[in-house]
């Protein structure tokens, strides 16, 4: 798969629940970054959070449908619930996980991948941007 599109992601929550963030950074096989996407969530929890940064990966990957797309997670329970390994008992992340599975089988060369935390550094550095942004946003309109 030396023509895939890496997308790492990852989702931040300051407090679970608190103001959450996404990060996700989509790169060619060289390593050149495509896009890079940091948005500010409102309150979840922490895994609210990754599935929601899971969701704007997958509606960002549609554009790339015809190439082969290696997701990359350091969220070991979003993987293993994807993955069939664990149940989703929560929910509230119910929703989440059906929309991720319906996302993903419009990929078809799509795959998802855990990667140590450390491999995910960007995506989880533009989710707690967002969380900061948000709160100097907010400072600043005081």
Do not use: C, W
Not at 76 to 92: A, I, M, S, T
Not at 96 to 107: G, M, T, V
């Amino acid at each position: 798969m030396d023509k895939a599109i890496i997308v790492n992601f990852d989702g931040a929550s300051s407090g679970n629940p608190g103001p959450a963030g996404i990060g996700v950074v989509f790169q060619n096989s060289n390593g050149t970054v495509l896009k890079t996407i940091s948005h500010f969530l409102g309150r979840r929890t922490n895994n609210q959070a990754e599935y929601e940064a899971f969701l704007f990966a997958l509606k960002e990957a549609l554009k790339f449908r015809k190439s082969p797309i290696i997701f990359q997670t350091d969220s070991e329970l979003l993987f293993r619930q994807v993955k069939g390994e664990y149940r989703v008992k929560n929910v509230g992340l119910k929703k989440y996980y059906q929309r991720a599975l319906k996302l993903l089988s419009l990929l078809p060369y799509a795959r998802l991948e855990f990667s140590p935390r450390g491999l995910n550094a960007t995506a989880d550095r533009l989710a707690k941007q967002a969380i900061r942004n948000y709160f100097l946003k907010r400072k600043d309109e005081k």
